[in-house]
């Protein structure tokens, strides 16, 4: 059974950097893809990108190009996600999920959340 | 990207009713097409995958239905357990977009 487990809340100034990361469980690791997904306080679910598991290469959304990486560490079963200039408005919950196929992408795993608190 | 707009944005009803809920897409996404619940303060959870396929473990009174541009879900007999937000999302072309929601509540 895959279990994904993020880190702990973070509290940043505006224009620090955040990494979240988001630990897998199970024995999918290897082939799953990982995307993040970022849901502001009250408001919707928006995707913000993804990694692929065989060449390490990455798709992000346009919104968030150029301020975000996604990296992996197979040895630690681990992905990363780091926002850099943060600004308020990335106050949110992250959450990683898993997906098995590249282009048949339902999340049937998703990470616990992690709290990001963008203050002064 | 592909817009999905979800109604109702938020509906109230009774347990024992059946309820829908409608998601269009501004163009066509076959039918990929899934739909989640999220539960306050957890993460969300797969329901139907593909617009009609229920997810292993998910009881029988959640479905789907739809292709092409327009979808419903639809839960048979409303339970207390069910009060969640329930969202679409679309994977016919990246980004992934989601519906912004309906807010489902017991009378």
């Known amino acids: 059974q895959v279990q994904l487990v993020q880190s702990g809340a973070e509290v940043k100034k505006p224009g620090a950097s955040v990494k979240v990361s988001c630990k897998a469980s199970g024995n999918t690791f290897t082939r799953d893809f990982m995307h993040w997904v970022r849901q502001a306080p009250g408001q919707g679910l928006e995707w913000m990108g993804m990694?692929?598991?065989?060449?390490?290469?990455?798709i992000y959304a346009q919104k968030f190009q150029g301020r975000v990486t996604m990296t992996r560490d197979t040895s630690a079963s681990t992905v990363y996600m780091e926002l850099s200039s943060l600004r308020f408005e990335d106050t949110a919950i992250y959450y990683c999920a898993s997906a098995r196929y590249q282009w048949l992408i339902y999340f049937r795993h998703w990470g616990q959340g992690t709290l990001v608190t963008v203050s002064s | 990207d592909i817009q999905m707009t979800q109604s109702p944005s938020s509906l109230s009803a009774s347990v024992g009713d059946r309820i829908t809920i409608t998601c269009q897409a501004r163009?066509?996404?076959?039918?990929?097409l899934n739909w989640y619940q999220q539960r306050p303060g957890k993460a969300p959870q797969l329901l139907i995958y593909d617009a009609a396929n229920l997810e292993t473990g998910v009881p029988s009174r959640f479905s789907g239905s739809g292709s092409g541009t327009d979808f419903t879900f639809t839960i048979s007999y409303l339970l207390p357990e069910d009060v969640a937000t329930y969202y679409c999302?679309?994977?016919?072309?990246?980004?992934?977009?989601f519906g912004g929601g309906t807010k489902v509540e017991i009378k």
């Open positions: 999302q679309q994977y016919d072309n990246l980004p992934l977009t």
């Open positions: 163009q066509d996404i076959t039918n990929y």
């Open positions: 990694i692929n598991p065989v060449n390490n290469s990455t």
